[in-house]
């Protein structure tokens, strides 16, 4: 996720984000796209809608033009009536919501979520869905979720990729994966096995420490 969002610089391979290449023009690909980070970006201590305002700003639209957006932005989020508040006097569901305003206010083609619901109680989490739902159905923006939770994955995503020890082992709809096991749950496990990684891993570890 780091990577496709310029945070970190490959050191192998190539990728095309956004209709850019991810290695030779990284700032065509930061202009194109949103990116929520897992964990987030709003100020405890600013007014919220004053920092999203700058933040539309960075990305160059004249005052006007940037009070504009975030009018619009906080309307659609149902935040408008939050502009004033700090970040720090949100509940977890609203700063949630103000850091996919953050990702949205200057309209990208592509949004990055990096597990946007973790630490959510179920009314927010829920809430959270139907935005990001909206954002598919509605704009037509293509949505690039990660998540642990599988419930969101197939409730959510037309299609899927398990990663597991950095190796794309499985893709597909959730239909297509969840086949007849029942649940992307039950799915994953057969894909994936039962064992906790961090066991089989600190055996490992020991094991080389020992030798």
Do not use: C
């Not at 391979?13 to 991810?22: E, I, M």
């Not at 086949?179 to 490992?204: N, P, Y």
Request: proline share 4%; glycine share 12%.
């Amino acid at each position: 996720m780091r990577m496709l969002t310029t945070l970190l610089r490959p050191t192998a391979g190539t990728a095309t984000v956004a209709g850019h290449d991810l290695v030779t023009d990284p700032r065509g690909v930061r202009r194109r796209i949103g990116y929520v980070s897992q964990g987030g970006g709003t100020s405890p201590l600013n007014p919220v809608g004053e920092e999203l305002e700058l933040h539309a700003r960075l990305y160059g639209m004249r005052p006007a033009q940037a009070r504009e957006r975030v009018a619009e932005t906080l309307e659609r989020l149902d935040l408008t009536a939050l502009a004033d508040r700090t970040g720090g006097a949100l509940s977890g569901g609203q700063r949630r919501r103000f850091d996919l305003a953050f990702g949205l206010v200057h309209r990208p083609a592509l949004l990055f979520l990096d597990e946007p619901t973790t630490g959510l109680d179920p009314q927010s989490r829920a809430n959270l869905w139907d935005h990001i739902r909206r954002l598919r159905e509605e704009d037509g923006l293509t949505v690039f979720l990660s998540t642990h939770y599988l419930d969101e994955a197939d409730a959510l995503a037309d299609r899927l990729v398990i990663i597991d020890h950095g190796e794309v082992v499985a893709e597909g709809t959730p239909a297509e994966l969840k086949g007849g096991t029942g649940t992307l749950d039950d799915a994953f496990l057969a894909i994936t096995g039962r064992s906790l990684r961090e066991d089989a891993e600190a055996a490992a570890s020991g094991t080389r420490g020992a030798a």
